[in-house]
């Protein structure tokens, strides 16, 4: 069973340019997550989809941060303008449901390591 | 609101010595807790999880756990360390209410010695 794909595996730009990191799930999860890990850190949670809907975005910056998930399978996680304090690794997770009285192992991808200068 | 707290930032033990990893947390509903571990340049693997029962959860590559309700502590234990557990490790708490989402702790870097 082939794991959670994100790509690029590593990203450098300057402060105020956008950036766009893409995850793909494990075959047939419906729940999607997008983790940011800050170095020293656990990681924390940024978005969470539940098939191509929004379940909970409660600790998105969505000043700058946006994510779709348009057809229910890979998601896009973009930041425009980007700064300084979003350097970080953006880990994507994905379970196979969000359960109503217990909860599913989430599997992570890679992470992609954006350092932003 | 829930929150964890791992003691301790670095572990060094030295290969073949027990070892353990200590989580606390806090939360006023119930909680299922977990370990995730992060190998350099990877992302999280589930170590083990409790979700009810047994309060003694067996994981992979050796590693238990046990839940503690009345100290609230979730600590993580493997009797005798290789030097493939090298690795940081991750206690997180889920709340089955509200937000219902993952929250992790800082993390402890584990540095098994030869």
């Known amino acids: 069973e082939a794991g959670v794909a994100q790509s690029p595996r590593y990203k450098i730009i300057e402060k105020r340019q956008s950036v766009a990191f893409w995850c793909n799930p494990i075959?047939?999860?419906?729940?999607l997550y997008w983790y940011q890990q800050i170095l020293g850190q656990g990681p924390k949670l940024l978005i969470q989809?539940?098939?191509?809907?929004?379940?909970?975005d409660s600790q998105l910056p969505k000043d700058r941060f946006s994510a779709e998930r348009l057809k229910g399978v890979d998601s896009t996680l973009k930041i425009q303008p980007a700064k300084l304090e979003d350097s970080a690794v953006y880990l994507c997770?994905?379970?196979?449901?969000?359960?109503?009285?217990?909860?599913?192992?989430?599997?992570f991808g890679p992470g992609t390591r954006l350092t932003v200068l | 609101a829930q929150s964890v707290t791992q003691l301790d930032s670095q572990v060094p033990v030295f290969e073949e010595a027990p070892v353990e990893l200590r989580c606390n947390y806090s939360?006023?509903?119930?909680?299922?807790l977990f370990w995730y571990v992060q190998y350099p340049n990877q992302g999280l693997q589930l170590l083990l999880k409790?979700?009810?029962?047994?309060?003694l959860v067996k994981g992979i590559n050796g590693f238990e756990a046990e839940f503690n309700k009345s100290q609230t502590s979730f600590h993580l234990r493997k009797p005798s360390v290789h030097i493939s557990d090298t690795a940081e490790y991750f206690c997180?708490?889920?709340?089955?209410?509200?937000?219902?989402?993952?929250?992790f702790g800082s993390g402890t870097r584990l540095q098994v010695q030869p």
């Open positions: 997180a708490v889920f709340e089955d209410t509200g937000r219902r989402a993952l929250t």
């Open positions: 939360s006023s509903v119930s909680v299922y």
């Open positions: 989809f539940q098939n191509n809907g929004v379940v909970d």
């Open positions: 409790y979700l009810s029962g047994s309060t």
């Open positions: 997770a994905s379970s196979l449901i969000r359960g109503t009285t217990s909860t599913d192992t989430q599997y």
């Open positions: 075959s047939g999860h419906a729940t």
